[in-house]
T-cell receptor, first 118, second 113 residues
Framework: AQSVTQPDIHITVSEGASLELRCNYS??????LFWYVQSPGQGLQLLLK??????LVQGIKGFEAEFKRSQSSFNLRKPSVHWSDAAEYFCAVGDPYAGGTSYGKLTFGQGTILTVHP | DTEVTQTPKHLVMGMTNKKSLKCEQH?????MYWYKQKAKKPPELMFV???????INESVPSRFSPECPNSSLLNLHLHALQPEDSALYLCASSQEGTGDEQYFGPGTRLTVT
């Protein structure tokens, strides 16, 4: 079964600093990979996704992520963080070969809370 | 338009009440989902509908009853809930159900008293 690990529960950065949020996954082949962001009490917003092709993907709000098969990682990066980026970030994997009980399932990591200091 | 709408935004109900949560999408998606999210936790999948048929029930208690009246609408009927059912309930939709990206609504904050 697939699994996702986000090693950092909470990260604090200063506004204007660069950011990298880590995500490691376990899956037998190349999964679908996603990053979502959630502000307090809100739904999840899709930042970016990787299905195949170029391993560096660009998303909304200036975020990018790099898929590294050899490291089973899909880390999220932003060169300069803004105060409005403070939120919780979830990495998720989907199974492109899903069938049966895996159909439609996304597996989420535990999330990383980002705090931005002015 | 990548919007999923949910009503109501907030709901307070007693343990003997019956209420319903509603979700709507107009993206032509054929898969719709209900998730439950407790504070500081990731969303937990409850139900998946694919082409208006229930395809996954993650062993959810029968006091939660999903319904998909048509391809754009998804309801979650609530009856005899417990205080531990208080949570943020999220609806999502996707083009199909094979692990592609899901678009989430803003959620309904449910409090059971």
């Amino acid at each position: 079964a697939q699994s996702v690990t986000q090693p950092d529960i909470h990260i604090t950065v200063s506004e204007g600093a660069s950011l990298e949020l880590r995500c490691n996954y376990s899956y037998g082949a190349t999964p679908y990979l996603f990053w979502y962001v959630q502000s307090p009490g809100q739904g999840l917003q899709l930042l970016l996704k990787y299905f195949s092709g170029d391993t560096l993907v660009q998303g909304i709000k200036g975020f990018e992520a790099e898929f590294k098969r050899s490291q089973s990682s899909f880390n999220l990066r932003k060169p300069s963080v803004h105060w409005s980026d403070a939120a919780e970030y979830f990495c998720a994997v989907g199974d492109p070969y899903a069938g049966g009980t895996s159909y439609g399932k996304l597996t989420f990591g535990q999330g990383t809370i980002l705090t931005v200091h002015p | 338009d990548t919007e999923v709408t949910q009503t109501p935004k907030h709901l307070v109900m007693g343990m003997t009440n019956k209420k319903s949560l509603k979700c709507e999408q107009h993206m032509g998606h054929r898969a719709m989902y209900w998730y439950k999210q407790k504070a500081k936790k990731p969303p937990e999948l409850m139900f998946v509908y694919s082409y208006e048929k229930l395809s996954i029930n993650e062993s959810v208690p029968s006091r939660f009853s999903p319904e998909c009246p048509n391809s754009s609408l998804l309801n979650l009927h609530l009856h005899a809930l417990q205080p531990e059912d208080s949570a943020l309930y999220l609806c999502a939709s996707s083009q199909e159900g094979t692990g592609d990206e899901q678009y989430f609504g803003p959620g309904t904050r449910l409090t059971v008293t």
